[in-house]
């Protein structure tokens, strides 16, 4: 059932029943109400991509993530979807894998798209390469990232202070007893290298020089969390604590620890970062820096809104961390 089957039972235009569909004036009410009736009778339902090539909107917004395979991502990227659908939006998940390359040219699909509005998850799309893209592709319409920012006139930041996050992890496990600590870098974003940071101010205020702190880096996996934690314990016998700038690597280093019969937290205390969901489903159960995951899909999805209907937000805004205690610590 097209417009025109209806306009032609209905007995009008199809401009008017165009303009019933849309809520405009200019008929009686007699007129709204007969073609009103039939739409609801044949369970008429708009196109809408053509009603986007008129109004030049798609209603399609498009959410660029590294790794769908990445709890913590694909969560916020479902919690922004699940924000962004009441408002009449669909989104397009893309994963976008390492590269700047990959990165570009998933900007470039979205242009091609011709989406609304774009979401990028997490400081890895915090470089040039990037922005240079946005300024080319998408310069026109909102974009948003969590955890990271871009300094363009239509990208909005939404950033979380993981760095004294850290700092507050590293004083924890310290009061608790545990002094020989090493730091596990998955990767060098701008968020980790952040955490990194973090580790080794608050490790140098703990009398602890930086070249002789224990870094290392491994990728994000349970695997990789593993083999990392195995050669923590082989280079230093005598560790007592370990941070891990993501949740998974420290599952991983738990079942090492397990291996190797270390006792957790009495031999070594162990803290993740993201508060995910595999905290509660490992044993013993993860203690982690809950970096506002929820909190940091809300405000992306808000802000997107509110950019898309005209109205002002600041370019960035900061959430807090918290530690959620659980016990590994």
Not at 46 to 64: D, V
Not at 159 to 166: A, Q, R, S, W, Y
Not at 227 to 235: A, E, H, N
Request: aromatic fraction near 4%; charged fraction near 25%.
């Amino acid at each position: 059932m097209t417009i025109y089957d209806i306009a032609k039972a209905a007995g009008v235009s199809a401009c008017t029943v165009s303009r019933v569909i849309n809520g405009k004036s200019g008929m009686s009410e007699a007129t709204r109400e007969k073609v009103q009736k039939l739409l609801d009778e044949y369970g008429y339902t708009p196109n809408e991509t053509a009603r986007g090539l008129a109004n030049k909107e798609t209603k399609l917004i498009g959410i660029l993530i590294l790794d769908i395979r990445y709890t913590f991502h694909i969560q916020i990227a479902y919690n922004i979807q699940s924000e962004l659908l009441p408002h009449g939006y669909c989104s397009l998940i893309l994963n976008t894998g390492h590269s700047d390359e990959k990165k570009v040219e998933a900007i470039r699909l979205m242009e091609q798209r011709r989406v609304d509005g774009v979401v990028l998850v997490g400081s890895t799309f915090e470089c040039e390469s990037v922005k240079n893209a946005i300024k080319e592709s998408l310069s026109d319409i909102p974009v948003v990232m969590t955890n990271g920012y871009l300094p363009l006139p239509n990208v909005h930041g939404i950033l979380v202070n993981e760095k004294e996050g850290i700092e507050d992890c590293v004083r924890l496990l310290v009061d608790k007893g545990h002094h020989k600590l090493a730091f596990v870098l998955p990767n060098s974003t701008r968020s980790n290298l952040d955490k990194r940071e973090g580790f080794q101010t608050e490790m140098e205020r703990q009398g602890v020089a930086r070249e002789s702190q224990w870094i290392y880096e491994a990728s994000t996996s349970v695997e990789d969390g593993y083999q990392i934690m195995t050669k923590i314990l082989k280079d230093h016998p005598d560790v007592e604590g370990v941070v891990c700038a993501e949740d998974l690597a420290a599952v991983g280093a738990i079942r090492a620890l397990h291996d190797a019969g270390k006792r957790i937290p009495k031999e070594i205390a162990l803290i993740g970062v993201d508060n995910s969901s595999c905290c509660e489903m490992c044993y013993p159960k993860l203690s982690s820096l809950n970096n506002r995951m929820e909190q940091l899909s809300n405000e992306a999805s808000r802000i997107l809104i509110d950019c898309l209907q005209g109205r002002e937000n600041p370019e960035r805004i900061m959430l807090y961390c918290t530690i959620q205690e659980r016990e590994t610590t």
